[in-house]
């Protein structure tokens, strides 16, 4: 296998299990993942929320863990990464406003490097305008984004995901399996 340079963007309250089994099974099957958030450094962390279904109308919230980043935000250069990776949670909802995370994801695109998003992580790419014409899966609440985007709403079950191009997506941490097993694949 070859090994690649992963970009993994987050923020404070991403979602835990989207962002550290990532993060983790990616490095343990031999690629770099740098785990960086916008206004913070290398050893800063983000706080997460564990995101659960438990039969309530949406997902339910507790706290989660802090996530120790491992690369300066500042200081990362897309070009120099080989895929990216969008986690879910609430952290999308603000990261998308942020024009250098779009600029960021927009490179991924424009070059057809792998990307893998997961959850809310679908509001990152609706932002950037990356879905027109693109399957995208994504948890149900942001369907009308994908769909305004000009993207295709994948309506699959809780633990599937889809590949569209060079895009992996899953509606939520359920996929991992799947999710992951289809971006490592793109890799």
């Known amino acids: 296998m070859t ?3 992963i970009l993994l963007i987050t ?3 991403t979602e835990d299990y989207e962002t550290m089994v990532p993060f983790q099974t990616l490095m343990a099957v031999g690629h770099t993942v740098h785990a960086v958030c916008p206004d913070k450094v290398s050893g800063d962390t983000v706080k997460t929320a564990i995101h659960d279904f438990e039969g309530d109308q949406t997902y339910t919230e507790k706290p989660g863990h802090n996530f120790a980043l491992n690369a300066d935000f ?3 250069n897309a070009e120099d990464y080989d895929a990216l990776v969008i986690p879910g949670g609430r952290a999308p909802e603000y990261l998308r406003l942020n024009p250098a995370v779009l600029e960021m994801v927009r490179h991924f695109f424009t070059t057809n490097k792998p990307v893998a998003a997961v959850c809310h992580g679908a509001q990152i790419l609706s932002a950037a305008g990356v879905l027109n014409g693109k399957k995208c899966s994504a948890y149900p609440a942001c369907r009308p984004e994908v769909e305004q985007a000009g993207g295709e709403y994948a309506d699959i079950p809780v633990d599937q995901a889809v590949t569209s191009g060079n895009l992996v ?3 939520a941490w359920p996929a991992h399996p799947a999710w992951l097993a289809q971006f490592i ?3």
Do not use: S, V
């Open 11 to 13: 923020g404070d309250f």
């Open 185 to 187: 694949a793109l890799l």
């Open 74 to 76: 500042d200081k990362i």
């Open 3 to 5: 090994t690649r340079k």
């Open 169 to 171: 997506t899953a509606p």
